[in-house]
């Protein structure tokens, strides 16, 4: 069974950092896609950054482009999202999700992954 548990969320003063993860069993990551999506209060659920599984690639969100950073381990079948300089609009709950052969154009969609971690909740004050 795919399980994700993610973790590392918190209260946080505007320009601090918070480093998220989410620990994968049940599976290969090398062989998933893996993102991280986020959801503020009234908000639709928003794609964050994700680790393409074909070539690697990483890709951001303008949003948080040149503040986040995706990275993974697959030796602990982890990955991570480093968070600087963080602002108040970048509260919510994170997400971090997996899926298999996902299609480049879809990747950003939540349904293009089949699993999901439960969340962990990001609030950042000003």
């Known amino acids: 069974e795919v399980q994700l548990q993610a973790s590392g969320g918190g209260l946080v003063q505007a320009g601090g950092s918070l480093t998220l993860s989410c620990a994968g069993s049940?599976?290969?990551?090398?062989?998933?896609?893996i993102g991280w999506f986020r959801q503020a209060p009234g908000k639709e659920r928003e794609w964050v950054s994700c680790?393409?599984?074909?070539?690697?690639?990483?890709m951001y969100a303008k949003s948080v482009k040149g503040r986040f950073t995706i990275s993974s381990d697959l030796a602990k079948n982890t990955w991570y999202l480093q968070m600087n300089s963080l602002k108040p609009e970048d509260t919510a709950v994170y997400y971090c999700a997996a899926g298999r052969r996902i299609i480049l154009s879809t990747i950003r969609m939540r349904g293009a992954y089949d699993h999901w971690g439960q969340g962990t909740q990001v609030t950042v004050s000003s």
């Open positions: 680790i393409s599984d074909g070539d690697g690639d990483t």
């Open positions: 049940g599976f290969t990551l090398e062989d998933y896609a």
